[in-house]
């Protein structure tokens, strides 16, 4: 008879938000997760020069739906950010996404009224324009433009980040990159922007220490359970378990890779430290070819700080392929969206409906891309569905 009534794999924000909400409900909880620390790729900690470094690379907080940030504030006080990227475009440091601040920085004064105008003419002020859309424009100085961002801003990145040629860029692709048509230079517009006091390590300190929660760390999902995919149960240390049973993790390697691997990006941040401040923002973007520069961004994490110590740390992001055994790139960022992937990934699921209680829910379970108030909103709405139905019963 096992002593949980809900297992959990993950103890990233999916499966910690899960863990404190059936725990505060008299829940049982056991959270497994195979990395030595809790909070996933929201890990951060304080380094030698004083800085808070987010180990797997920053993470800014911002939304539209307020009861994701009141929920989260029950585990932190946060202060106002709003994050502004640069980009290193033809040898200077300009706004992203493109805006037409950066149109003056790239252009000659009369080129770059005449763009100006040709914009707010076609478009509108505070207009977000895909690429796509810019390309379809009548205007010969507009499509040019688009091209312009596409070569500069765009294709390089995208091409050291996910490992393709221009061929392989799917055109629809550039329907994410926009021209901001506006002198506003923050990322993001969202109405919430805000980043913890204190870092989110201690969000999720606090939000796993209920009474009724206990943490495995350094422990695999294989160490524990196995799928039984004949009888559709799920053996946890030696016995059938009952209860809910939520995954957080890769879907392929819990099940053996029985329908094959899926395909993942991963990450490799050089971390460096300098005395003072090493550049303007806390992001600089390097869309340049891979020759130049094989890395993408620079990200300095003093900038994110309300309090600013005498010297900085940054961290140098290189896009590496997925490799779980390797030295470097062994920890999945992003799911590889590919026809291949999604038979591969439906086959896994196609098996778990078999299953009663078993919950798939984040980036990796689901094998899609979330942001941080996406997946705290996901589990948010997946607690309630699971609660609505007969788990309390």
Known sequence: MNKYDVLIIGAGFAGSVMAERFANDGKKVLVVDKRSHIGGNMFDYIDDNQVLVHQYGPHLFHCKDFFVLDYLKNFSNWYPYEHRVKGYVNGKVVPIPFNLTSIEMLFDEDEANALKEALINEYGM????????????????????????????????????????????????????????????????????????????????????HPNIDIRLNTKAQDILKINFEDHKIIFEGSEFS?????????????????????????????????????????????????????????????????????????????????????????????VFTDENKTIYDQYVEDIKAFDSFVLLGRLAEFRYYNMDGVVAAALNKYKELTQGNLND
């Open 243 to 335: 209860g809910l049973f939520i995954f957080t993790g890769q879907l392929d390697e819990l099940m053996n890779y029985r329908y094959g691997k899926l395909s993942y990006r991963s990450l490799y941040f050089d971390l460096q430290s300098h005395d003072g401040i090493y550049q303007e923002t806390a992001t600089v973007n390097y869309p340049t070819p891979e020759a130049e520069h094989a890395f993408t961004r620079i990200t300095e994490f003093k900038h994110l700080m309300q309090i600013k110590p005498q010297r900085t740390t940054i961290a140098i992001e290189y896009p590496y392929p997925y490799d779980e055994n390797g030295e470097k790139g062994n920890i999945p960022y992003y799911p």
């Open 126 to 209: 505070e207009q977000k324009v895909p690429i796509l859309m810019l390309r379809k424009s009548n205007n010969v100085m507009i499509r040019g433009l688009a091209d312009f961002i596409y070569e500069k801003v765009f294709k390089f990145y995208t091409m050291k980040q996910w490992d393709l040629t221009p061929e392989q860029i799917d055109p629809k692709v550039t329907e994410r990159v926009p021209v901001f048509i506006s002198y506003d230079d923050r990322y993001f517009q969202d109405e919430y922007q805000f980043l913890p006091e204190d870092g989110y390590t201690k969000i999720f300190e606090k939000m796993l220490s």
